[in-house]
């Protein structure tokens, strides 16, 4: 009796196992398919400047259009995309359609909004992605103000690979922020050896600043060591009011957050935010 329980237990567990193996397994396909069908999208979300609170440009955001489940974000996919490789095709697909778009508003006339493209651990590790985007930009046309966003953590896993990469993407003209500014381990020697451009300070200190001194604290020193260092600094998360008035005391140079604009589709950011 004993033998044949430890065995309905063997059995069941791996039943669960290849439960997630195969859900794991169709995800991946149909992001196979989305990739081939055309159903991922990008959504834009508007950043601000500080100051008089113009229109400075936005952050491309990835949306996956499923047939059946409608419109997903990118928490629930990314990691696959990542671990299957399929990040690198689809962050090519972000990477022109952004350019497309960032010429479009050259040519509408609107030559000064700059447009940031997420780029992840995988796509930065690959030995041709500076000739990838290269390429990109290339095959869309010249001049474009298009700029990279990547996260804290992911640039001090190899620095002198970072250094080296994001060195390059700048001569291509790409602007490099520092993305969820904070969360990582920077050590501030490192920090001032990286070529970048912008700090993009976390959502989680924005989310404090107004209720938490301590946030307080930390944020009106990162400002301080942005500044110091000449970068700019934006805030993403902003949510009230409040806390963008406390963002442009501190002479925070850009805001973005859903107080002053949710990720939207393409064409409602170019009626809305265009037209004005
Ligand atoms: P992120 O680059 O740090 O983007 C900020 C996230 O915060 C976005 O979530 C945005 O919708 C959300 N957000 C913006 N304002 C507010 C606010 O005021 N309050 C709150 N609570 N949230 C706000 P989203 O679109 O779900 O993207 C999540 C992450 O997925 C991004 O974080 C980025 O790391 C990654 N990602 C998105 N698009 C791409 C892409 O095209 N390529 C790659 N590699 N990663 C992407
Ligand atoms: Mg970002
Ligand atoms: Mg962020
Ligand atoms: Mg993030």
Redo the contacts with the bound molecule.
């Keep these: 009796a004993e033998a044949r329980n430890r065995n309905e237990r063997v059995v069941m567990y791996s039943e669960a196992l290849s439960d997630r193996a195969q859900r794991r397994i169709a995800l991946e396909r149909e992001l196979r398919v989305a990739l081939e069908a055309n159903q991922f999208e990008l ?1 834009l ?1 508007p950043k601000f400047a500080a100051r008089g609170d113009v229109l400075a440009g936005a ?4 949306r996956w259009r499923h047939p059946q489940r409608g419109l997903i ?3 629930e996919f ?1 990691p696959v995309l990542e671990d299957t490789g399929l ?1 690198v095709p689809t ?1 090519r697909w ?1 990477m022109r359609s952004a350019i497309a778009i960032a010429r479009r508003w050259r040519e509408a006339g609107h030559p000064e909004l700059r447009l940031a ?4 651990a995988r ?1 930065l590790r690959r030995d041709d992605f500076v000739a990838d985007s290269a390429a990109s930009i290339a095959a869309c046309g010249t001049g474009h103000r298009l700029d990279i ?1 990547i ?1 804290e953590s992911l640039l001090m896993e190899n620095i002198d690979h970072s250094i080296d990469v994001l060195r390059r993407m700048r001569a291509l003209g790409f602007r490099v922020h520092i ?2 500014f904070g969360t990582g381990y920077s050590s501030l020697n490192y920090l001032s050896r990286l070529p970048v451009d912008v700090l993009k300070i976390d ?1 989680a200190f924005i989310a404090q600043i107004a209720d938490n001194p301590e946030s307080l604290a930390l944020v009106t020193n990162m400002i301080g060591l942005a500044h110091a260092l000449d970068l700019r600094v934006v805030a ?4 009230h009011e409040e806390q963008a008035k406390l963002l442009r005391l501190l002479r925070c140079d850009e805001l ?4 002053l604009g ?2 939207m589709p393409v064409e409602e950011f170019e009626r809305t935010l265009l037209a004005r």
């Design positions: 959504f979300q952050e491309a955001l990835l974000a990118p928490s990314i990040i962050g972000v493209v997420n780029v992840s796509e966003e996260t993305d969820d959502q993403e998360g902003v949510e973005q957050g859903f107080h949710r990720p």
